[in-house]
């Protein structure tokens, strides 16, 4: 059983470093302990043996588990495999951080929900996911609920980074090489920036009130944590391109909005699924930014 340490560095695991978040996690953790990062094929959280030998070995205090199966619309076609990486796997984790007393930290979606409450939804409202990728996701939040342990599932939104194939840089280069671009401006949530959701992440494990393993303990359970406030992707692209530093080389000149019924895709997606945060900014006294001023900061990076 593991024991709050005192004089040794947190032994923290992350898995999934090359993600959006995984990557901006493994920063943002870097100081903070000694940090194991790795990725698939290292780990593949498809395999369930490989993966239990894996956390053994590493003995971490901490689990953050970045990786999933993010794919919306090929986990349609490939629902055992999602449900293998997105719930099996995440139940793994917690049974070995209970075994060891480990802490860990989760992340999950937005998309668990169905988008017809027409507010931003509260980690009280009931989840009814509309695709395979939701009900994947949902179900590993019910593993890691259902064994219990030490860990916090911080469902997020819209998460976007300024490296991969992100929504924003996928705005950015079809503002380049198309004079048409078309947004949805019915599918409405909130925008949070990878590097801004990792800081946060990190603040939650050097916080200083009292030691680690007890506050997981007592604030363990699911919280919102996404970009504050929301807006429709047509919005959003719509801020991406008046921000961008580069308005020189657009060909486009103005955003046009559309349905989602004009772009069927084999996943359905919510159309309003905004977080509420109010439970996490009160529990642990840090909040997320406004989604337009967090985007303003990632695009001065680029
Ligand atoms: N992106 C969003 O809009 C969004 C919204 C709400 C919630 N979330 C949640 O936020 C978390 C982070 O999302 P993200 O956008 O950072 O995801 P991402 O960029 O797609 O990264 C997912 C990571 O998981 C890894 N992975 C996939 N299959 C794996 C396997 N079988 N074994 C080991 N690793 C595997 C990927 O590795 P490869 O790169 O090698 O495939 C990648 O490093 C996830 O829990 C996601 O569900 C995301």
Redesign the pocket.
């Known amino acids: 059983m593991i024991t709050q340490p005192s004089n040794h560095p947190l032994r923290i695991l992350l898995?999934?470093?090359?993600?959006?978040?995984?990557?901006e996690l493994e920063r943002t953790l870097t100081p903070l302990g000694e940090l194991q990062a790795c990725?698939?094929?290292n780990?593949?959280?498809?395999?369930a043996d490989g993966l239990r030998q894996v956390l053994r070995q590493c003995k971490p205090e901490l689990f953050v588990?970045?990786?999933?199966?993010?794919?919306v619309d090929r986990a349609e076609s490939e629902p055992e495999?999602a449900h293998?990486?997105?719930a099996i796997?995440p139940g793994i984790m917690a049974e070995e951080a209970l075994d060891t007393g480990a802490a860990l930290i989760?992340?999950?979606?937005?998309?668990v929900f169905d988008g017809l409450k027409g507010a931003p939804y509260l980690e009280t409202d009931t989840p009814n996911p509309l695709s395979v990728?939701g009900r994947t996701?949902l179900a590993g939040e019910q593993e890691i609920q259902h064994i219990g342990g030490r860990y916090l599932i911080l469902?997020?939104?819209?998460?976007?980074?300024m490296r991969?194939d992100?929504?924003v840089n996928k705005v950015l280069g079809w503002a380049r090489s198309q004079t048409e671009v078309k947004l949805v401006s019915d599918q409405i949530s909130g925008p949070?920036w990878?590097r801004m959701l990792a800081e946060v992440t990190a603040h939650l494990v050097t916080s200083d009130a009292g030691d680690l393993l007890d506050r997981f303990s007592e604030y363990r359970g699911l919280y919102h944590l996404a970009g504050s406030g929301y807006c429709s992707r047509y919005e959003w692209g719509q801020e991406v391109l008046r921000l961008d530093p580069h308005k020189n080389e657009h060909m486009v000149k103005h955003l046009q909005p559309a349905l989602t019924v004009d772009f069927p895709t084999p996943a359905r997606r919510p159309l309003f699924s905004a977080l509420n945060c109010d439970l996490f900014n009160r529990t642990f006294h840090l909040q997320m930014p406004e989604w337009k001023f967090a985007l303003k900061l990632a695009m001065e990076s680029l």
């Open positions: 898995i999934g470093n090359t993600g959006q978040l995984g990557w990725d698939y094929p780990v593949d959280l498809s395999d588990n970045a990786a999933a199966y993010t794919a495999l293998a990486i997105n796997a989760h992340f999950s979606t937005d998309y990728y996701k469902r997020t939104s819209w998460v976007y980074s991969r992100s929504f949070t990878a």
